[in-house]
């Protein structure tokens, strides 16, 4: 018996495991979900933005290495999937999206709602195509999902609305077998390698997540050569348990021991990463690189050896050939520095330091208010969450927090927008991560301008009872904004939120709302948000004044910061008059 074309491309997705299609229904999809709708295994998660759709269904994906799944209708509905699928993109994580397309007769005729897909999702997808007759299924719908899975990124197949409901008369059920490949250097590749690391007397390791599949390996690379382990934001999920090496992250987000580890080596060895931030590359090292894909080597820093591989094979092709460092001591120093910037973090997160004499002296400055300082909060956070917790944070000042104070222990994961840098990803990608399974605890680390750009999915969380736990750090600003415009000399601007009681908000939509004020109830609060089943939403008012000082703070960005803060003085004295 025949099949229609939609219901091929649903049977072909249980066929692939998928358990979740994520959202909004309209015309050119009703085909496609009318044949969900009676599909066996497969829920479909109607969201209230396409855009939610396309970041819960990326979530999946990189939590499962397998293919999420999103839709959008005509036009505008196909538009809103599109920051999604860049932060698929940019996270290499294969996702097909089905998008919907006015019927064939009305293309190019500027028909209500039409929209070149083909053309608008040209610098996003690995594969795009239309299907303009039922005989290209399954063929275009196997393509779709072998590149996604090879390449790693979105797939968008275009459905006009006038297809789906088509038969399809070769109705062959569809493969898509695809093998894993593993690549390494070729021996002279790698024996040139070994002589420089060998050569070298201060190396340090930059691994990044595509390491994390290496790990013993990296390990034991790092003990032959007595190397301090630099991690990438991606790779806290992987390398920072029980990891003698590690000495934390780098760049904005990070911290003085991994700056001075990477400043003090005579050779950098990057393992698995394409670390975008150039500026934080110390110059005049020699540099070698490691990472499956070509494009990669020496885009970021000028690179002496290229090992185009995948690291897990490289890394046990190499230990072979390295000679174990005689010195610790640039290890033994980098993670002195590490172990005494971690207990003054840890110092700062206590309930009890604006209580003491530095807390007390410090406030003055920063938090003469007394607000609820963000790093207490994540490190309750930390000490709170389960073992096997799956943590998201939104691009900014919550990710900050996070980076600092959640530690990826146990089989903890991590998931945000590290590469896109997208806004509002947080609770999108929780959806997506809960979904997948229901009894993992799922903690979002949202900030208040996140939340609220997408704030009517917090409905998409009470309609299927998902027990996401969503924390708003709530210090009312667009927090690494301002932190921008004070690094430049410039008064804050245009960064503040006239935000609503987010709690409150949280309660009328379904979920516990709980909302926190006072320093003295943070304890108390996230223990009880952690800990009340159902989805919750943990209000923390913060302190919009708390600073993330760089890892190397420069003379300019201390004049910036002074500077700034006499204009903001002057303009709010300014205000009063």
């Known amino acids: 018996m025949s099949r229609t074309v939609a219901q091929v491309i649903v049977d072909s997705l249980a066929q692939l495991d998928v358990t979740h299609v994520f959202g909004v229904v309209g015309d050119a999809l009703n085909p496609l979900t009318d044949a969900i709708r009676r599909a066996e295994g497969i829920e479909w998660i109607g969201c209230r933005h396409e855009e939610v759709a396309a970041f819960a269904a990326g979530a999946q994906a990189q939590l499962t290495d397998t293919i999420g799944v999103c839709m959008g209708t005509v036009g505008p509905g196909s538009v809103h999937l599109l920051n999604g699928l860049y932060d698929a993109a940019k996270s290499h994580a294969p996702v ?22 083909d053309l608008l999702f ?12 039922p005989e290209q299924i399954p063929g275009l719908l196997e393509i779709a999902v072998r590149t996604a899975i090879s390449r790693g990124g979105p797939a968008v197949l275009t459905v006009p609305g006038d297809v789906g ?40 390791l930059l691994v990044g997540r595509g390491a994390r599949q290496a790990r013993e390996d990296v390990l034991a690379l790092a003990d032959r050569l007595g190397a301090p382990m630099v991690l990438t934001l991606k790779a806290k999920e992987g390398f920072e348990d029980d990891n003698p090496f590690e000495v934390g992250q780098t760049g904005l987000i990070g911290n003085p021991a991994a700056a001075q580890a990477m400043d003090h080596a005579d050779l950098l ?13 110390p110059t005049g090292k020699k540099v070698i690189q490691v990472d499956a894909v070509a494009e990669h080597i020496g885009r970021r820093v000028p690179v002496d050896i290229g090992l185009v591989g995948d690291v897990a094979p490289t890394v046990a092709a190499l230990l072979p050939r390295l000679s174990p460092q005689a010195s610790r001591t640039h ?19 206590s309930p009890e330091h604006d209580k003491g004499l530095v807390g007390k002296v410090r406030s003055v400055f920063d938090n003469a208010e007394h607000q609820i300082r963000p790093e207490a909060l994540a490190a309750l956070i930390d000490e709170h969450a389960a073992g096997d917790a799956v943590f998201t944070s939104d691009t900014g000042m919550a990710t900050v927090w996070l980076s600092r104070f959640v530690r990826m222990t146990g089989s903890r994961r991590l998931l945000g ?30 900030g208040d301008g996140g939340l609220s750009m997408l704030l009517g999915d917090l409905m998409t969380i009470r309609t299927h009872r998902l027990p996401v736990k969503l924390v708003v750090f709530d210090n009312r600003r667009l927090g690494m904004v301002k932190l921008e415009q004070e690094q430049a000399g410039l008064p804050e601007f245009g960064t503040e939120l006239d935000n609503p009681d987010f709690a409150a908000v949280g309660t009328a939509l379904g979920l516990t709302g709980i ?3 006072d320093p003295d109830d943070l304890a108390e609060a996230v223990q009880r948000a952690l800990s009340t089943e159902g989805p919750v939403l943990l209000d923390v008012l913060t302190n919009p004044e708390e600073m993330s000082v760089p890892p190397k703070p420069t003379v300019d960005q201390g004049w910036g910061f002074a500077i700034a803060k006499v204009k903001e003085h002057l303009r709010s004295t300014g205000d009063k008059s």
């Open 165 to 204: 409901d088509k038969k399809v008369e070769n109705d062959r059920e569809p493969r898509f077998s695809l093998a894993e490949r593993s690549t390494r250097p070729d021996d002279p590749a790698l024996d040139a390698a070994a002589q420089l690391l060998n050569a070298a007397e201060k190396v340090t």
């Open 331 to 349: 290890l033994d120093d980098a993670r002195a520095h590490f172990e005494r910037w971690h207990a003054g973090q840890r110092r700062l997160a």
């Open 417 to 446: 927008s590290y590469n896109l840098g997208s806004m509002a990803n947080a609770m999108p990608q929780a959806i997506g991560a809960q979904l997948q399974d229901r009894d993992r605890q799922v903690i979002a680390f949202c």
């Open 122 to 133: 040209k610098d996003v997808a690995v594969f795009r195509a239309t299907v303009t007759s």
């Open 96 to 117: 097909l999206a089905i998008a919907g397309q006015v019927p064939q007769a009305d293309l190019g005729t500027e028909m209500f709602q039409e929209v070149d897909n």
């Open 269 to 281: 060895l990057l393992l698995g990463t394409d670390f975008p931030y150039r500026a934080w590359y």
């Open 515 to 517: 909302r926190v004020t």
